[in-house]
């Protein structure tokens, strides 16, 4: 069974004072002004502020309702235009039940989400809401202390004893991957985000290259392209899958940006989507529908996982026990991707190199209308 609330212990900043034996005041200015407290006495404060897991309250706390309405979300900056239809979910859910959802954005580290979650707690925040699994020991030792709940979203694994919400990942890779298996690829290649920093993508991939396994198919580790999550990148990664392997007839990207980005590299080496080379991405992206051609997705439900995610930190406030939330994805094809076509004989060199940024269209390749896939 998932999170039960502990009963909580609030420190207070009395409780501080006298553990180390000066007075609140003393307390007060050795937490906003260190610099007016003698060292060795603001270091045994700091001690116990960190064994009491005290946060300060902000100001006029005391004067709030005492029915929660306020929920903090940590998502790091790199995660914020990924999710931002989970965000939007999480938002208008909680606005149905007048909570209001307030958002930091820290830097990709343990230490930044730390310091974003005693910032939402210091602002008054009845539950959080955390981004993966991966954070300090001591965050959740706080946060069970003090008897704050919180959900975990888009982990990877499955932590005992945690509420979470998330998305099969690795079931998302076998998707893609027999997808285009079934239109009889042979020969793929792989665009997405640097992997040791992005435990998904490292999960989806692990599904995709499973997959092919069993296929029978190996993808190449030079095949494998690691770009930041930007529409330039997956346009860059273009030129050097096919200068490496110019067989290739299917190209799977961790999301849809890169999708985007490859799609418009193929474009201008005037290789045709799908007749030359599919593309399929993850994410369904709202714009994923109507790029040109529309792209193939595998639909990671983010917004679903944004209102399961308010359902249960509501549900966690009320003190009931919630189970963990796994959501399946779903496959969404469309024009990007189709039946791998023999080749013809060349006739001349394919030209395969990326022409510069800002040419004026008529150099561009002549462009080609979409294929649509019944």
Not at 83 to 92: H, M, P
Not at 140 to 168: A, C, I, N, Q
């Amino acid at each position: 069974m998932a999170q039960k609330r502990p009963e909580p212990h609030v420190a207070t900043l009395h409780d501080v004072a006298r553990a180390v034996g000066v007075s609140p005041g003393t307390v007060s200015r050795a937490l906003s002004r260190p610099d007016l407290v003698a060292p060795k006495t603001r270091d045994q404060i700091l001690k116990v502020v960190q064994r009491l897991h005290y946060v300060p309250h902000a100001a006029g706390r005391s004067l709030r309702s005492s029915t929660p309405n306020l929920i903090g979300a940590v998502i790091p900056k790199t995660g914020v235009s990924i999710f931002s239809q989970t965000t939007a979910g999480l938002n208008d859910t909680l606005e149905q039940h007048n909570m209001t959802l307030i958002v930091s954005q820290p830097e990709l580290t343990s230490t930044s989400s730390k310091a974003a979650v005693q910032r939402l707690i210091e602002r008054g925040a009845d539950g959080l809401i955390l981004l993966g699994e991966n954070h300090d020991p001591a965050l959740f030792e706080m946060l069970d202390h003090r008897g704050l709940p919180y959900v975990l979203l888009w982990t990877v694994k499955s932590p005992s004893g945690k509420t979470y919400v998330t998305v099969d990942q690795t079931k998302a890779g076998h998707l893609a991957a027999r997808h285009l298996l079934d239109l009889g690829h042979h020969h793929y290649a792989y665009v997405g985000s640097p992997l040791s920093a992005n435990p998904r993508a490292a999960a989806r991939l692990k599904g995709v290259q499973d997959e092919l396994k069993t296929a029978g198919i190996a993808l190449p580790a030079d095949a494998i392209i690691e770009e930041s999550h930007q529409f330039g990148s997956g346009r860059n990664a273009v030129e050097t899958i096919m200068g490496r392997h110019p067989e290739t007839t299917a190209i799977i990207c961790t999301s849809d940006y890169h999708a985007l980005g490859v799609l418009r590299g193929l474009y201008e080496i005037g290789r045709k989507v799908p007749d030359d080379i599919s593309v399929v991405s993850f994410n369904n992206n709202d714009f994923s529908a109507f790029s040109m051609p529309s792209i193939t997705t595998v639909d990671l439900k983010q917004r679903d996982v944004g209102i399961e995610a308010a359902n249960s930190i509501l549900r966690l406030l009320n003190g009931e026990r919630v189970k963990p939330t796994v959501i399946e994805p779903l496959l969404t094809p469309r024009e990007s991707s189709g039946p791998v076509k023999a080749r013809p004989s060349a006739t001349g060199k394919q030209r395969t190199a990326l022409l510069p940024r800002g040419k004026p269209e008529a150099n561009r390749p002549a462009r080609s209308g979409p294929k649509q896939i019944k």
